[in-house]
């Protein structure tokens, strides 16, 4: 029980098992000259999902830490600038229905909530326009930053549109050489588990077994170690979001130096909704539906709608979504991440960073020894339950709040029986006071914090009744936020090129390193 946990092995590759690997072994770099080791083993014959193009800002912080250049990233991985999410004809269905999730703050968020200001103001400005400048520059197309901004610094918060075939590649090649990784291509065929349950190791046709002291599941959606092996139970969530289907297509531009949008596009369908994604090369494009609500043939002629003349004749891919997690994420000396650990449709680009911040946590609580192994597992499984929740929440407002009645899947959506209890309590309170950072927004590293809901409420039309006397003593404050906010907006507007020009500049010069 007092034996080093030194040998980790992950199972599965692709964006989970790669981002885990190479967080884990870089965290851990000065242990490597003394036995720690980290084993990537993965199928040669298992393709990668490969549609989970958006990601969260903290991708920066994480590929920075495991020494990515991201003049590499942007030219190896199809990379391009995402500065948010517009959501288009989800409040009403009109055509100029929309409203920007972006990636920064209100201004002065953490001093004063302007939201209530907001509220009490004639003006018919957007939310999102009134307290940020970021849906501006995604309305004009320009890139977060300059050619003269140092990597992963950024003049606007950003996170990234990428190709994740690509991105696999790409930390594979930088895992193995830089950070120490050996890497196994076999396949898995058994798991050998101990009297105690735990896992002592893997058996492969090409490899025979593989032994370690902590396993990490990256098997995606068939779970073959937590799942299968210990028997974890799956908890379905299709009682909550109801899209279980997506049909992808990859969408060429009409010509090489085409505009690429700086933030995802999610236009909302009769059962579901279409995500856009620019990346340098092409368009990632996909229908994610309710398969109880239309079926697969309506919902490509949906997808083929949206696309016009230029997407007739391209193929289709369809992947199923079964929403949900599995109950528990870590067991004995078995932790899963990724698709392995659950999977919920890609409305907000959960996927990655719950990746990002798995990997974390397990390589920042290494444990030290098995006999503190659980201890580590039950912190573990409380922190990654709760965000699985918080996602599934803020998922499920942007059809709670949606006012379509053209088709049984959006009024089934606001069937209370199918909105979890907390949403709905939160809610509750939100018809009187604007969320903010107390509304049980407290934990160090929320994937949705406060600012995030604002900006999904206000710009699907929701109305909290605000005491106005209680906008009295910040007023000045607010007041002076919101002309900094107009301020920068301009300066922004001015200095900031077009997306498609900076990411031609990083490709030709690259970034200058911090």
Not at 238 to 252: G, K, R, Y
Not at 314 to 336: D, M, Q, Y
């Amino acid at each position: 029980m007092t034996k080093p946990i030194q040998n980790i092995v992950v199972v599965g590759g692709g964006t989970a098992g790669w981002l885990a690997a190479g967080i884990i072994a870089a965290r851990h770099q000065a242990r490597m000259t003394a036995g720690f080791t980290v084993t990537l083993v993965e199928s040669p014959n298992v393709p990668i999902i490969g549609v989970g193009e958006g990601t969260w800002p903290t991708l920066r912080s994480t590929l920075q830490k495991m020494g990515v250049a991201e003049s590499d990233f942007f030219r190896q991985c199809d990379a391009t600038f995402k500065q948010g999410a517009r959501f288009v004809r989800w409040t009403t269905g009109e055509d100029s229905d929309g409203y920007y999730h972006p990636l920064m703050p209100p201004q002065g968020f953490s001093q004063v909530n302007l939201a209530p200001h907001w509220l009490d103001d004639e003006d018919t400005r957007s939310f999102c326009d009134t307290v940020c400048p970021q849906g501006e520059l995604c309305d004009l197309g320009l890139a977060p930053k300059t050619i003269t901004t140092p990597e992963y610094q950024g003049v606007a918060n950003y996170a990234y549109h990428l190709d994740a075939g690509k991105f696999a590649a790409f930390l594979q090649k930088h895992c193995t050489e830089k950070l120490g990784v050996r890497h196994i291509l076999a396949d898995v065929r058994s798991v050998e588990l101990a009297p105690d349950g735990d896992i002592t190791s893997v058996v492969s046709d090409q490899a025979g077994g593989i032994k370690g002291d902590l396993f990490v599941d990256c098997t995606g959606f068939s779970s073959i170690l937590l799942g299968k092996a210990l028997g974890v139970p799956f908890k379905d969530c299709s009682d909550v979001l109801f899209c279980d289907t997506a049909l992808a297509i990859q969408v060429p531009y009409d010509e090489p130096q085409a505009p690429i949008a700086s933030h995802t596009i999610s236009t909302a369908q009769s059962a579901g909704w279409i995500w856009d994604i620019g990346v340098q090369s092409r368009r990632g494009v996909g229908h994610v539906f309710s398969s109880r609500h239309i079926s697969d043939e309506a919902a490509e002629q949906e997808l083929r709608a949206y696309l016009g003349g230029t997407g007739r004749d391209l193929p289709v891919r369809k992947i199923k979504i079964r929403s949900g997690h599995r109950e528990t994420f870590w067991k004995n000396n078995c932790v899963a991440v990724g698709l392995a650990a659950g999977f919920l449709e890609p409305l907000e680009a959960s996927a990655i960073v719950l990746i990002e911040m798995s990997a974390k946590l397990i390589a920042e609580q290494m444990p030290a020894c098995r006999e503190v192994m659980d201890i580590i597992a039950a912190r573990f499984n409380a922190v990654t339950s709760y965000r699985w929740g918080r996602i599934i929440d803020f998922l499920k407002l942007h059809y709670v709040l949606s006012k379509r009645t053209d088709s049984a899947f959006w009024i089934d959506n606001r069937d209370p029986a199918s909105v979890p209890e907390r949403l709905q309590t939160l809610l509750r309170l939100w018809k009187h006071q604007s969320p903010w950072f107390f509304d049980e927004f407290d934990r160090l590293e929320e994937v949705f914090p406060a600012a995030s809901y604002q900006y999904v409420l206000y710009g699907m039309g929701f109305r909290t009744e605000i005491n106005l006397l209680d906008n009295v003593s910040t007023r000045a404050s607010a007041s002076r936020m919101l002309e900094q906010n107009q301020a920068m907006a301009r300066r922004l507007r001015a200095d900031l090129p077009k997306n498609r020009d900076l990411i031609r500049k990083i490709i030709d010069h690259g970034l200058q390193t911090i």
